[in-house]
């Protein structure tokens, strides 16, 4: 079970680290990431770390530099550390975990939180 948390109303420039929180699985021996969905708009990836000892990041475009996604593996949780947030962030964020090498569309993740409302006002 992933339990994502962390959103919130924020105001453009202002910063939100979201939290996902792993129960029944160890996020090191999983690939996780985060997306989000705005409304009207189709789930977008923008954030993977890989599993195992590997640990590489990949970031979409348009977080590339605001966005940082990290591990705490004492924890079992993942974070997206989100800075310089701007009003086009606003959308229904998702953490989600697979064990397969690819990671950029939705439908390369298996297992999914429940998603945490992210709102930024201008």
């Known amino acids: 079970q992933l339990q994502a948390s962390g959103g919130g109303l924020v105001q453009a420039g202002g910063s939100l680290r979201l939290s996902c929180a792993a129960s029944g699985r160890t996020v090191t021996t999983y690939n996780m990431g985060w997306l989000r969905q705005a409304p009207g708009k189709e789930r977008e990836f923008l954030a993977a770390i890989m599993g195992w000892s590997a640990g590489s990041t990949y970031y979409a475009d348009s977080v590339k530099g605001r966005f940082t996604i990290s591990r705490d593996n004492a924890k079992n949780t993942v974070y997206l550390q989100m800075n310089s947030l701007r009003p086009e962030d606003t959308a229904v964020y998702y953490c989600?975990?697979?064990?397969?090498?690819?990671?950029?569309?939705?439908?390369?993740?298996?297992?999914w939180g429940q998603g945490t409302l992210v709102t930024v006002s201008s």
């Open positions: 989600a975990a697979n064990r397969r090498g690819s990671y950029q569309f939705a439908s390369d993740y298996d297992y």
